[in-house]
């Protein structure tokens, strides 16, 4: 008999899937690493369950325990995941900038979930950072994950996401990119990769309105830099431990108005129906063609599921209100 002990047994050897149409005009082998295989749909399975596992080990979490995240969604989806197999509660809290559909699909996992405000500073009480810290110091017997300074977050990647992207390409791989949030995936990816062959080339994909890409040109934190934006899940105003600058060769930034178009072309050109910051990274890696020759084989990973985004992305409503289509 073949059959995984729980749903977590099931996270991880994601299938990596040849890019053809959208990609056409690079003459370099494009792979995508195709995350939303996972359970919850999302590459944050991986890293959330091993920050449960790591916060076990260390006594953080208890039997009975309450376990609190800000979270775009899919975090909070593989730690609720983690919180039903393990006996836990599970508290997120997201900011109202996140789809309909993230909140509704965190509550049917049994989550409860807080909304906040968006457009206020991190350190504002309202918050989602301030308002995750202070339900943590209220819920007796919590834990307080923090994906952004928890580097179980990144190791996760270093365990099992860059290994499989090494052994699926045979260890041809040259270039990897990726959308950058918390930095868990580029960093623990990006180390792997660099240690087992260091002139792999790895990309970061910023957006307009986060601090990333100048803070790795110049080593200056700018808050001119920081302003909403529409993209999900990359990019922030926050600069988060677990983003390793040493092992990133360098960014780019999208608009969320090309994140968002290439979001649909991606499901259009090549049946690959995922979520907004898959379409960024996509777009990314058009804008670094430059980089790649006809020998090289990129990388790219595609972290969430297009059904969190239906009323967005998804929606030519939507897209026309925006102003990204006619
Ligand atoms: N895309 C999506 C949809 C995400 O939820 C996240 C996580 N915030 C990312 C990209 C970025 O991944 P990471 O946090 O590992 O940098």
Request: hydrophobic letters at 35%; a negative charge.
């Amino acid at each position: 008999m073949d059959y995984a002990e729980n749903i977590l047994g099931t996270i991880g050897n994601t299938p990596m899937v040849k890019m053809n149409k959208i990609v056409e005009d690079i003459d370099a082998l494009v792979l995508a690493k195709y995350e939303t295989f996972n359970p919850g749909n999302s590459v944050k399975d991986r890293m959330a369950v091993k920050m449960v596992e790591d916060a076990e080990a260390k006594g953080l979490l208890k039997p009975g325990g309450t376990i609190i995240e800000g979270t775009s969604g899919n975090t909070g989806m593989g730690l609720a995941l983690a919180a039903i197999v393990k006996g836990y509660k599970m508290i997120c809290v997201m900011s109202d900038k996140q789809s309909k559909e993230k909140m509704d699909i965190l509550r049917a996992v049994g989550s409860e979930v807080v909304v906040c405000p968006t457009d206020v500073e991190p350190d504002d009480p309202q918050s989602y950072y301030s308002t995750s810290r202070r339900l943590a110091e209220e819920t007796p017997n919590s834990w307080y994950v923090n994906q952004y300074d928890n580097l179980a977050n990144r190791e996760a990647h270093y365990e099992s996401t860059g290994p499989e992207i090494w052994k699926q390409t045979d260890g041809k791989v040259t270039h990897f990119v990726v959308g950058v949030g918390t930095g868990g995936t580029i960093s623990g990816v990006g180390k792997y990769l660099k240690e087992k062959n260091p002139d792999i080339k790895v990309w970061g994909i910023d957006t307009y309105g986060s601090v990333f890409k100048k803070y790795h040109e110049t080593g200056e934190f700018d808050e001119k830099e920081i302003y909403p934006y529409v993209t999900e899940g990359i990019g922030e105003d926050i600069l988060p431990k677990n983003v390793d600058f040493d092992v990133i060769d360098g960014f780019t930034k999208v608009t969320d108005k090309d994140a968002a178009v290439y979001t649909q072309k991606l499901s259009k050109e090549e049946g690959f129906f995922l979520g907004n910051s898959a379409g960024a990274a996509v777009k990314g890696l058009l804008q670094l063609k430059e980089h790649f020759t006809k020998d090289d084989v990129v990388v790219v990973l595609f972290h969430d599921h297009g059904s969190r985004y239906v009323g967005k992305m998804y929606n030519d409503d939507w897209m026309r209100k925006m102003g990204y289509i006619d």
